[in-house]
């Protein structure tokens, strides 16, 4: 088992930042991707960056493309959402999930493992 907790989440004006972190405890080792996904009010679930714990390949929604980062630190299990440059449609509860195989990283289903949440609000 994989447990992940999220924080980092609150409340920012448009064009302000937030670094999101993901702690990830137990068979960590089992793991290959660390993702991140959102959903706003309303809408379905959707990717937003993931990567590799092993080689750092990293992979982002195009909406996020040169505004968000996603990173690693194998040593403290822990992986980064480091989101700049934030607009209203950003507003949505984050997830952080972990694969166990290497698959499509933009896929929910393709996760084992989730984290609870945490609430992004970017205000206009």
């Known amino acids: 088992q994989v447990q992940l907790v999220e924080s980092g989440g609150g409340l920012v004006q448009a064009g302000g930042s937030l670094r999101l972190s993901c702690a990830a405890s137990?068979?960590?080792?089992?793991?290959?991707?660390g993702g991140w996904f959102r959903q706003a009010p309303g809408k379905e679930r959707e990717f937003v960056a993931a990567i590799w714990w092993v080689g750092g390949m990293t992979y982002y929604t195009d909406s996020v493309k040169g505004r968000f980062t996603v990173s690693r630190d194998n040593a403290k299990n822990t992986v980064f959402l480091q989101m700049n440059s934030l607009k209203p449609e950003d507003t949505a509860v984050y997830y952080c999930a972990a694969m166990v195989r290497n698959g499509a990283p933009e896929l929910d289903n393709n996760y084992d493992y989730w984290g609870q949440g945490t609430q992004v609000t970017v205000s206009s």
């Open positions: 137990g068979r960590t080792f089992s793991t290959h991707t």
